[in-house]
């Protein structure tokens, strides 16, 4: 798929140079964002717009999947960057309301526990531009040593994203994060296990009589890893492979490349509404 845009070899003074751009998405995509974009102008009942619904959809996909500034896009419509912008934010607000939440996630994976018996957690990290004043220590990531706001997922063991929890600053710990989501309780409802890296050894909160945390085992000065042990972190670490496939296709969506100030405080809608696109991209 492709931006309907015309070259110009020679443009004449004063002409703005107009360039193709190709969007490697499905059409299932075009027409999942020609659908949002279809519901929200009933729900508000525009009666007109410049733009039909596929002109509109292929310009928020062209912002969402290669970041490309409102302002160049709009120029060879005739419209406006502020009209762009409003677009995108639309659409995102539509498809985020379409993300499935934990607890319906939970419940499909408790019916499914023969062929998913375990989920995998993790959680990635998403630039942002330096915040100003207080704020700037908030988003200060100790790990990465940048500004970043942090995003827990839910995947299966094939990489298949499943949820993406609320955008928090990255000074957040990860068990901190998980523990303010009532994860391992949650777990513990629907008779359900997480595989987790050793930087959530203390999420769970029954490690003993009930756990729901598989975690694998840290070794220090006085205690140096056994031969089985060892074994144990690198099963583990072979399960959650799918954790990076998950991240992964999460990131071919560019506009997660570095965060604006618009979007640094809409950034829980932009990665459900992401979630959404991914699931039809990927799931197809």
């Given at each position: 798929?492709?931006?309907?845009v015309?070259?110009?070899?020679e443009?004449?003074?004063?002409?703005?140079?107009v360039y193709q751009?190709?969007?490697?998405?499905?059409?299932?995509?075009?027409?999942?964002?020609t659908?949002a974009?279809?519901t929200?102008?009933k729900?508000?009942k525009?009666?007109?717009?410049?733009?039909?619904n596929?002109?509109?959809?292929?310009?928020?996909?062209a912002?969402?999947?290669?970041?490309?500034?409102?302002?160049e896009?709009?120029?060879d419509?005739?419209v406006?960057h502020h009209?762009?912008?409003r677009w995108?934010k639309?659409?995102?607000?539509?498809l985020?309301?379409?993300?499935?939440?934990l607890?319906?996630?939970?419940?499909?994976?408790?019916?499914?526990?023969?062929t998913?018996?375990?989920l995998?957690?993790?959680?990635?990290?998403?630039?942002?531009?330096t915040?100003?004043?207080r704020?700037e220590?908030?988003?200060?990531?100790?790990?990465?040593?940048?500004?970043?706001?942090?995003?827990m997922?839910?995947?299966?063991?094939h990489?298949?994203?499943?949820w993406t929890?609320?955008?928090?600053p990255a000074r957040?710990h990860e068990?901190?994060?998980?523990k303010?989501?009532h994860l391992?309780?949650?777990l513990r409802?629907?008779d359900l296990?997480?595989?987790?890296?050793?930087?959530?050894?203390?999420?769970?909160?029954?490690p003993?009589?009930?756990?729901?945390v598989?975690?694998?085992?840290r070794?220090?000065?006085?205690h140096q890893?056994t031969?089985?042990?060892k074994?144990?972190?690198?099963?583990l670490?072979a399960?959650?492979a799918?954790?990076?496939?998950?991240h992964?296709?999460l990131?071919?969506w560019?506009?997660l490349?570095?965060?604006r100030?618009?979007?640094?405080?809409?950034?829980?809608?932009?990665?459900?509404?992401?979630?959404?696109?991914?699931?039809t991209?990927i799931n197809?």
């Open positions: 798929m492709s931006l309907a015309t070259h110009i070899d443009p004449a003074e004063g002409q703005p140079l751009v190709r969007l490697p998405l499905s059409t299932q995509t075009l027409r999942l964002v659908q974009i279809r929200h102008r729900q508000v525009s009666r007109w717009r410049k733009l039909t596929l002109q509109t959809a292929i310009i928020v996909l912002v969402l999947r290669h970041d490309h500034r409102p302002a896009l709009g120029g419509y005739g406006s009209s762009v912008r995108v639309q659409t995102v607000t539509t985020a309301a379409t993300a499935p939440r607890d319906r996630v939970l419940a499909r994976a408790a019916r499914d526990r023969d998913q018996p375990v995998l957690l993790d959680g990635t990290c998403i630039p942002v531009h915040p100003a004043g704020a220590k908030r988003y200060w990531c100790p790990k990465h040593k940048a500004h970043h706001l942090r995003v997922t839910l995947t299966d063991q990489g298949r994203l499943l929890s609320p955008a928090e957040l068990t901190t994060q998980a303010r989501l391992p309780e949650r409802e629907h296990a997480i595989i987790v890296d050793r930087y959530h050894t203390r999420l769970d909160d029954q003993t009589h009930d756990p729901t598989m975690v694998g085992r070794g220090s000065r006085n890893l031969t089985a042990e074994q144990v972190n690198n099963l670490a399960e959650r799918g954790n990076e496939h998950a992964a296709h990131k071919n560019r506009i490349t570095r965060l100030h618009d979007w640094r405080d809409n950034a829980t809608a932009l990665t459900r509404a992401l979630l959404t696109l991914n699931a991209e197809r």
